[in-house]
Structure formats: C-alpha cells, structure tokens
C-alpha cells in the first residue's frame, strides 16, 4: 500500500526565516511525486512534478527536491502570502504508464507573521 | 478560460436524498476525477476517467456514480446520501502530470 507522510503537521515562520517541509513515501515503484498549494476554501494548485531521486525544481521562492524516499519543499525567505497548506502526492507506476490514482499526504499547514 | 467549474458551491442534504454535483472544464483534457478531503485526511479520489465514453473507480467509491459523455463534462451522482459523505469535493482535471482543480463544493447531508 502506498503511503504519504508529512511533517510538520503547522509550520510557523517569521517573514524571511527560510525552512524546509518534509514529504516522506513509500511506493511500490514511483511514476511521480507532486506538490500542490491549498488556500483556504479553495482547490489544490499545482506546484511541481518530480520524477526521479535527484531531480530539483524551482518557482519562485519554493524550490523541491527528490530522494528516494522523501521530497523536500524548501522555502526561502518566505512572505505572508506564502501562507497556506502545502499537499504531497505520489503516483505509483513509470513514465510509460502506471495507476491513475495518486496517495495524499494530508498536508502541512505554514503560516508566516510579517 | 475558465478552467475547473464546479456547482454547486455548497449544498446540504437529508440522508437519502440523492443529487448531482456537476464539473465542467474547458482546457480540453482528457483526464477527469473527483476527490474528496476530509479533516484530517488527504485528498481521495472516488472516480476518475481517461477520456469520453470512459470512466473507472478510485479509493473510494462507493455510493457514488459517474459518467462522461463529453471531454468537458464530468458530473459525480450521489445515490442515496448519507452523513458519512459529507465532506468537500474537488473536481480536477489533467494534462500529462499537472493536475487543475475546480474550487470544490462543500456537502453536508443532514
């Protein structure tokens, strides 16, 4: 069974503390893993797909990384509009095709004080 | 564009009552699917569908029927309502890996 974890659960930085999120999964066998960003009462937004342990990738003030067992969602100098809950998912499959139904993490929710 | 649209916005039931929570998307993609999120619990999809004329299930999708007829439209079916669905759900629709949500609506089934 494939499973998503995330930490922390609240995050609570200052504007300009630069801090991490954690998304650790297991498995069987990754066709992508996914970030997305939640506002409150609203739909999930994309963020970033990553494919393979080693591959980074950046957008603005976020920048996500890969291993083999966990994603990392880096945030640099934060600003309050970054406040939100951020959600992992993983898909299980390969590039050429794979399960249509992704695993959830349920989230962490960062808010940061000007 | 108006991307994901989903009606209605929020909507309470009496448990047995049946009704449709309707998703339309106009970015032509094939991939559609519903979620709902739960306190507490990740986002879980009930069904989804790889084109026209083809749908399948998710994690959890009992008590729940789907259709698509078109590439816009996806509509969800809720049969016989119970307390246990009440929730938010999330329509969302694809290209490739890059998943589009629609804003949700919010059922409470009484």
């Known amino acids: 069974e494939d499973q998503v974890t995330q930490s922390p659960e609240a995050l609570r930085l200052q504007e300009g503390e630069s801090s991490s999120l954690n998304c650790s999964y297991t498995v069987s066998g990754l066709r992508g893993l996914f970030w997305y960003r939640q506002d409150p009462g609203k739909g999930p937004e994309f963020l970033f797909t990553l494919y393979s342990a080693g591959e980074e990738k950046e957008k603005e003030r976020l920048k996500a990384t890969l291993t083999k067992k966990e994603s990392f969602l880096h945030i640099t100098a934060p600003k309050p509009e970054d406040s939100a809950t951020y959600l992992c998912?993983?898909?299980?499959?390969?590039?050429?095709?794979?399960?249509?139904?992704?695993?959830f993490g349920r989230g962490t929710s960062l808010i940061v004080h000007p | 564009n108006a991307g994901v649209t989903q009606t209605p916005k929020f909507q309470v039931l009496k448990t047995g009552q049946s009704m449709t929570l309707q998703c339309a998307q106009d970015m032509n993609h094939e991939y559609m699917s519903w979620y709902r999120q739960d306190p507490g619990m990740g986002l879980r999809l009930i069904h989804y569908s790889v084109g026209a004329g083809i749908t399948d299930q998710g994690e959890v999708p009992n008590g729940y029927n789907v259709s698509r007829s078109t590439t816009e439209d996806f509509p969800l079916r809720l049969l016989s309502a119970a307390p246990s669905q009440t929730s938010v759900y999330f329509c969302a629709s694809s290209y490739v890996d890059e998943q589009f949500f629609g804003p949700g609506t919010r059922l409470t089934v009484l």
């Open positions: 998912a993983v898909q299980a499959g390969s590039l050429s095709g794979g399960s249509y139904i992704p695993t």
